[in-house]
């Protein structure tokens, strides 16, 4: 067998969504779209539904209609896209709840779906998703008398708890929602550890539930092991990989291992990355090719048969650093090619 | 319906592989390693089969198993990796012919499947799949009594005709292999293009079917076409996005389009990207978020449904440069949540 295993822990993330829903007082919905992060919504889905998660969010209506049939009836489904042409069908269908971004997709949706449920969702600053403040008040009222199950908004900088975006957004997101009786979302995970504040009736936490920062405290979730393909002694001045990208100055050991940037391992971190062995670093040299890598083990006295990317010794913001990224773009890019084993107790 | 449509031009797939073929005079087999680019091998594998091609290269087992399922009996298989540990089963099930890569592998292969078709892959000096010479000296008289039916290497420097490393792995595959009667293979596309001597028994294009570079005179085979969620107009001093990322110094119209560095469009690319409409360039602002990106589309007249990142106006390749990678990276990061949809006359 020559693909790597990932090997995803389905406890931890569940551990991580309890950690989170113990920080507040209020609901702790989970978002699970992009494949819950790249991890597998089949799985992780389910598990986080019996861990007493009742509410998801995916980003579009084709991950609800997925979603639902790994779910059930029962859990609310909420789509951060709102009510798009084309959607009616996914949406009555999947029983799912459009998060409602325009004026435009309010009258699409009570125009196809009369009375069916819908979330509002509002911009305070980050100009992406949402209605804007005016356009908010010209709706206000012909939108609550529609009854909708939740108001939410998005936090541009809560990885940064220093910035002063945070607050400005919490003071519109309140100044809009003023009076509104309807159940109020502001925190994913960023928001959720910025303060309380910031948690009102419930929480969003997505990154954190996958071992990814800012939840600092996260049990990790992922673990990645490479096989190795092949190992070679390298003379000095010998070239490595595509473009001669390494030369050896000492005689070096070279381990070719199977995975490269069509698995998701973004071919940036090239010789910045580094594997690992029994807790070991070992250099990553030469260009990340698509199907392989290849990795200086000099320092090792036996012949592996697997590298690790990631796991307990490399988290995902470690990888990520490799690659000048963020620890969601490491996970949302874990590719189909791996061995996926789902732990649960 | 809000995720984005991948078009993928089958026909585009094999004239790009006749054209490959007809610039030599021997066989010419077809990569679809990584799911063919990215690009689906249960489609793109019967097509190029149905265009004549009878040799495909897959980089590990597991991939030749779903390709066989795809193309039936008939097409040779072969797996770059070899025969790992675990394989066997595989390879004789998936009638697969793995490239032996080292003493061990043959050891491996001829004790588990004896009689079962191999190739051998020689190192010519990428120090990364195959072969050492000396190895090889040691080992050639008893691996061709075992009468493999390719022997192949791979060249590290082919997308750059002026690299010195062409000429030196030429001379080595040409010694390493002189007086051997069995079929030979040097080339992939970059290969292909430098010149007749490179090309042996067999070529092995793969970027090149799927209009990458080097093969500059590809016709083009994707399109990706995203959905306009929702479009706001954002005044001078707003910021748009994660971190703030853009501040607007004019007022600016801005798209939010339903695709994001969880589909592939890599994080990278950030403000350096542009996505078009009706051929018009229209700058990405802010970060390339999970599931959305934000684009400046003040110079359009109209509201536009879509806008374009890859097709006749941005090529694989420019889009790659967005990103500071490879045409190669752009393809297998394409993800799993577009509608795809194949075209063929």
Same mark, same amino acid.
């Given at each position: 067998m020559s693909t790597a295993t990932l090997i995803i822990d389905l406890d931890a993330i569940c551990a991580n969504w309890r950690a989170l829903d113990g920080q507040t007082a209020c609901e702790t919905a989970a978002v699970i779209k992009a494949d819950a992060y790249g991890l597998g919504v089949a799985k992780v889905g389910p598990a986080l539904a019996?861990?007493?998660?009742r509410q998801f969010f995916v980003a579009v209506a084709e991950e609800g209609v997925i979603l639902r049939r790994a779910l059930g009836p029962g859990p609310t489904i909420n789509v951060f896209s709102g009510h798009m042409a084309g959607d009616a069908d996914m949406i009555r269908e999947g029983n799912l709840t459009p998060m409602i971004n325009s004026v435009d997709q309010l009258l699409a949706h009570v125009e196809s779906l009369p009375g069916h449920?819908?979330?509002?969702q509002l911009d305070t600053g980050m100009n992406r998703l949402g209605m804007e403040p005016s356009e908010w008040a010209a709706l206000r009222d012909i939108a609550l008398a529609q009854?909708?199950?939740?108001?939410?908004?998005?936090?541009?900088?809560?990885?940064?708890?220093?910035h002063p975006m945070n607050a400005?957004?919490?003071?519109?997101?309140? /100044? +809009? *929602?003023?009076?509104?009786?309807?159940?109020r979302s502001l925190a994913a995970t960023?928001?959720?550890?910025?303060?309380?504040?910031?948690?009102? /009736? +419930? *929480?969003?936490p997505g990154v954190g539930l996958y071992g990814g920062l800012p939840f600092l405290d996260a049990t990790p979730v992922v673990s990645l092991?490479?096989?190795?393909?092949q190992i070679r002694d390298v003379a000095p001045g010998e070239s490595v990989g595509y473009a001669n990208a390494f030369v050896a100055r000492n005689p070096t050991r070279v381990a070719t291992v199977s995975a490269g940037y069509a698995d998701g391992l973004i071919r940036a971190m090239g010789a910045k990355a580094t594997m690992t062995h029994e807790g070991r670093k070992l250099p990553v040299i030469g260009r990340v090719s698509m199907d392989l890598i290849t990795v200086d083990i000099t320092?090792?006295?036996g012949t592996p048969e697997h590298l690790q990317l990631l796991g307990l010794h490399q988290s995902v913001d470690?990888?990520?650093g490799f690659a000048g990224t963020i620890g969601y773009e490491i996970l949302t890019s874990l590719g189909a090619r791996y061995d996926r084993v789902y732990l649960t107790a």
């Amino acid at each position: 067998m020559s693909t790597a295993t990932l090997i995803i822990d389905l406890d931890a993330i569940c551990a991580n969504w309890r950690a989170l829903d113990g920080q507040t007082a209020c609901e702790t919905a989970a978002v699970i779209k992009a494949d819950a992060y790249g991890l597998g919504v089949a799985k992780v889905g389910p598990a986080l539904a019996a861990a007493g998660a009742r509410q998801f969010f995916v980003a579009v209506a084709e991950e609800g209609v997925i979603l639902r049939r790994a779910l059930g009836p029962g859990p609310t489904i909420n789509v951060f896209s709102g009510h798009m042409a084309g959607d009616a069908d996914m949406i009555r269908e999947g029983n799912l709840t459009p998060m409602i971004n325009s004026v435009d997709q309010l009258l699409a949706h009570v125009e196809s779906l009369p009375g069916h449920a819908f979330g509002l969702q509002l911009d305070t600053g980050m100009n992406r998703l949402g209605m804007e403040p005016s356009e908010w008040a010209a709706l206000r009222d012909i939108a609550l008398a529609q009854r909708p199950t939740l108001i939410m908004s998005h936090l541009a900088c809560a990885d940064d708890p220093s910035h002063p975006m945070n607050a400005a957004q919490l003071k519109n997101f309140a /100044d +809009m *929602t003023e009076g509104v009786e309807v159940p109020r979302s502001l925190a994913a995970t960023g928001g959720i550890l910025l303060a309380p504040d910031y948690h009102f /009736d +419930m *929480t969003r936490p997505g990154v954190g539930l996958y071992g990814g920062l800012p939840f600092l405290d996260a049990t990790p979730v992922v673990s990645l092991d490479v096989p190795v393909i092949q190992i070679r002694d390298v003379a000095p001045g010998e070239s490595v990989g595509y473009a001669n990208a390494f030369v050896a100055r000492n005689p070096t050991r070279v381990a070719t291992v199977s995975a490269g940037y069509a698995d998701g391992l973004i071919r940036a971190m090239g010789a910045k990355a580094t594997m690992t062995h029994e807790g070991r670093k070992l250099p990553v040299i030469g260009r990340v090719s698509m199907d392989l890598i290849t990795v200086d083990i000099t320092a090792l006295k036996g012949t592996p048969e697997h590298l690790q990317l990631l796991g307990l010794h490399q988290s995902v913001d470690t990888v990520a650093g490799f690659a000048g990224t963020i620890g969601y773009e490491i996970l949302t890019s874990l590719g189909a090619r791996y061995d996926r084993v789902y732990l649960t107790a």
